[in-house]
């Protein structure tokens, strides 16, 4: 249940949900272990500003192939872009997508 809320306010934009949620996805703690999503949320975190998920992030980076690495920075770089860009579409039209895989519609 703990997740769930976590995973809400990461999925919001904040670092420190993004953080915990990534060492969650590291650690199998809560969720099961998945290093590609692991490495996306401390990635976030990572650029959101909080520190602690640099080291962490690089930690993960070492469980990963080079095509699960693409993949995490692909994803991480589209969420990033999606949360950036001007408002120019209507509130209605707009899916952003979402680190877990699923679009979230807005």
Do not use: C, M
């Not at 962490?56 to 095509?67: I, N, P, T």
């Amino acid at each position: 249940e703990a997740a769930k809320w976590l995973k809400l306010a990461a999925e919001q934009g904040y670092g420190p949900a993004q953080y915990e949620l990534g060492l969650i996805y590291r650690s199998g703690y809560g969720l099961p272990t998945d290093h590609v999503q692991s490495y996306i949320w401390l990635n976030l975190a990572a650029a959101a500003g909080i520190q602690q998920a640099v080291t962490a992030r690089d930690e993960v980076l070492r469980a990963l192939s080079s095509k699960q690495l693409a993949q995490a920075q692909k994803i991480s770089r589209e969420w990033l872009a999606a949360r950036t860009k001007p408002e120019t579409r209507k509130e209605t039209d707009r899916v952003e997508p979402s680190p877990s895989g699923t679009n979230s519609y807005r």
